[in-house]
């Protein structure tokens, strides 16, 4: 055996040593790399042996079974999702951008008064049952799109344009929000809906300006009702606040009229009834009193006896008080 014969078989030697090493080497690096897990913060790992559910693990750092014996689905259960129809999201930011020419067909449908509405909408949800999601469903995002889709057709279907363009939008919300959860429910999907938000709702862009022109329309008869309304308001109660205090008036002249005519009746019976005891007293007091108010009417007076035949000058006495009181 010459000297490169014995070179070459130390250096195969050598090599089948390494290949085994290498071999040993790449087997710890796929058995590390397919047996090391880390799950999320907000996510659940739920392992499969064999194809077969066999537990789920909390966030943090785990271990499975390597080479593909066990195979790990992480799931979001603590991240809120959301599914959008007749638009998608294309860059998120200060200022989103959307593309909306690609999913019409999603977002035009028929209402009850057999009008074409444009509805956008967003379907918020999280998933709480990661079994459920991953085994009792096929395509659970999949199937959740549709079960969407359906829904909003059929509220959309049983109310007027107007009602889901303008009034009803936050009841077709509601409704939708109700139905598909109780879908999901039946479904077993191990999704919990967390809201339904209408984004944008407009007639079809060739009826557009029709419908402008009708929403104008109706809102002009709204602004006229309203300032008719107004001025009623204004008018009416006034008239009838001034016909109330007429009627309080007229009833306060009434009762003021038949007081004062009882109570004149009421000081003549007892007058009568005194004239009746002492007439000569009655007249002569019914006398004295009606002097008493008239004389001090009457100015200047002058007494003279019955059987005076000259009246004397008298001095003007009150007109010379008003003189000196008025210096």
């Known amino acids: 055996m010459n000297e490169q014969e014995i070179i070459f078989r130390r ?18 690096i796929i058995a590390a790399l397919t047996s090391v897990k880390t799950i999320g913060p907000e996510e659940e790992g739920v392992v499969l042996f064999l194809g077969k559910y066999n537990r789920s693990m909390p966030p943090g750092l785990t271990f499975i079974v390597p080479f593909g014996l066990e195979k790990m689905y992480k799931i979001p259960v603590q991240r809120q999702l959301k599914q959008e129809f007749g638009f998608r ?12 020419d690609a999913y019409r067909d999603e977002s035009l449908m028929l209402t009850g008064d057999l009008n074409l509405g ?32 359906a829904a909003m057709r059929k509220i959309v279907g049983d109310r007027t344009v107007n009602e889901v363009l303008t ?12 139905l598909l959860q109780r879908m999901c429910n039946e479904y077993e999907n191990g999704i919990r809906i967390d809201q339904v938000v209408l984004q944008d709702v407009n007639p079809p862009d ?33 008239a009838r606040g001034e016909a109330q205090e007429t009627i309080q008036l007229a009833e306060a002249y009434a009762l003021n009229r ?12 007892s007058v009568y009834t005194q004239y009746i005891r002492a007439p000569e007293v009655t007249k002569k007091r019914l006398y004295l009193e009606t002097m008493e ?5 009457l100015g200047n007076k002058v007494i003279i006896d019955e059987d ?12 010379i008080r008003q003189s000196l009181q008025a210096e």
Do not use: C
């Open 89 to 100: 999201t294309v860059d998120a930011g200060v200022r989103t951008s959307y593309a909306k």
């Open 308 to 319: 005076g035949t000259n009246v004397l000058p008298l001095l003007n006495i009150d007109g």
């Open 167 to 178: 009034v009803g939008r936050q009841e077709v919300a509601s409704s939708v929000e109700v």
């Open 258 to 269: 038949v007081n004062r005519a009882e109570g004149e009746a009421e000081r003549f019976n």
């Open 11 to 28: 250096n195969m030697e050598r090599l089948r040593k390494n290949f085994k090493k290498i071999i040993i080497g790449v087997i710890v």
């Open 118 to 149: 444009d509805v956008e909408w967003v379907v918020q949800y999280r998933i709480v049952n990661s079994y459920n999601y991953l085994f009792r469903v096929r395509e659970a995002e999949d199937a959740l799109h549709d079960m969407s889709e």
């Open 206 to 238: 060739p009826v557009k300006p029709s419908f402008n022109a009708v929403n104008e329309a109706q809102q002009e008869r709204e602004t006229l009702i309203n300032r008719a309304e107004s001025e009623y308001n204004r008018v009416i109660p006034r």
């Open 293 to 297: 108010r008239i004389l001090p009417n």
